[in-house]
């Protein structure tokens, strides 16, 4: 319980701190005034003032903020919204920017610490008559080898490759039970027959066996890279599914994800890198989303004002609906935290 609570604080603290430090940096190139710097919310446990900016951190460790002078106010003095609209979408934007360059570090990192990576043939068991397997002629027996040049070692390895290609081609090298080898191509489906897959196969890892495998920088950088633009995919894909029915709506808050992260904290470092990863491309999407209280919906009004050619929505009313988007997110918050703390009680996990 205190390495779990430890990890879930240690990842959350790192991810916002980025997040804050976008914002933070940003500000002052641009010269906004910076009024408060703080980790966590308020009250405050201690706090010092420097150059300007009060610096604190504060009892409740889910969250962060960076507070500017004038944020809807363009009267006030060195004010965000005194500045033009491009610094103004940068220094609201910095913080999902940093969101998303901070994966690159957690996956480089990861790959370049030892880790243990499972080995196996990934064997056809069953084969669904009207699936697009079956339309390729995969049939029950056959191993699977690799999809569109990459590697399968393993279920994980190849469930992650059907996600990428959803709705898309992808070459599938098969060996059949005679030991000759076919590449075939196959096209997952985003809505597949309940309980039947976007492929339509059943699998298991055969002769299988732990292996510890660790990169070089050199080949952990592209990686890493690699690695960010796959886990975009499947987040879009991921939220693609869920509008269309094909995937189920999980949502999870601080508690949800604290719980996560003690089932990922038991794999060792390199899996923990990696969820932290995960977590921070999520951050750094969701808070661009065009909501009110967000940054998202912060630019949704600066944009405005460029359609609108300069004429601003009025900074009472713009605070109002930010002020009202809060506290709906606030009701969410506790809604998902109570949905999180039911489901730890009744035993169940978001991981699969």
């Not at 890892?205 to 990169?215: D, F, G, K, M, W």
């Not at 690695?227 to 599914?241: A, M, R």
Request: hydrophobic share 50%.
């Amino acid at each position: 319980m205190i390495l779990t609570l430890l990890s879930f604080l240690v990842i959350l603290m790192v991810l916002i701190l980025a997040h804050e430090l976008g914002h933070f940096v940003t500000a002052k190139i641009f010269g906004v005034t910076v009024e408060e710097f703080g980790l966590g919310f308020p009250p405050r446990l201690v706090s010092f003032e420097k150059g300007g900016t009060r610096y604190s951190l504060n009892i409740i460790p889910l969250g962060g903020f960076v507070k500017l002078a004038g944020e809807e106010d363009p009267n006030i003095s060195n004010s965000l919204a005194s500045k033009s609209i491009g610094t103004r979408l940068l220094v609201l934007s910095a913080g999902s920017i940093m969101n998303l360059i901070l994966p690159l570090l957690l996956f480089s990192t990861a790959f370049m610490i030892p880790h243990d990576v499972l080995i196996g043939d990934v064997v056809i068991g069953e084969v669904d008559p009207d699936s697009p397997a079956a339309g390729a002629n995969i049939t029950a027996g056959d191993i699977i080898l690799s999809i569109n040049e990459k590697t399968i070692n393993n279920t994980i390895d190849l469930h992650r490759y059907i996600q990428l290609n959803l709705g898309k081609e992808m070459n599938i090298l098969v060996k059949h039970i005679d030991s000759t080898t076919d590449d075939v191509k196959v096209i997952p489906r985003w809505k597949p027959p309940e309980g039947r897959g976007a492929v339509g196969i059943v699998v298991t890892t055969a002769n299988p066996a732990v292996v510890r495998q660790s990169e070089p920088f050199w080949k952990a950088i592209p990686s890493g890279i690699t690695e960010c633009i796959d886990t975009f995919i499947l987040f879009k894909n991921g939220i693609i599914g869920m509008i269309i029915g094909s995937a189920p709506v999980e949502i999870a808050g601080p508690v949800g994800i604290a719980q996560i992260t003690g089932e990922v904290v038991k794999a060792g470092i390199s899996p923990l890198l990696e969820f932290a990863a995960f977590l921070s491309i999520n951050l750094g999407i969701i808070n661009l989303f065009p909501l009110p209280a967000l940054d998202g919906g912060r630019i949704i009004f600066v944009l405005l004002e460029g359609i609108r050619r300069g004429k601003r929505i009025s900074p009472r009313a713009e605070g109002l609906v930010h002020a009202i988007g809060f506290a709906l997110l606030m009701a969410a918050f506790l809604a998902i935290t109570y949905q999180d703390i039911a489901r730890i009680i009744s035993g169940d996990s978001l991981i699969p």
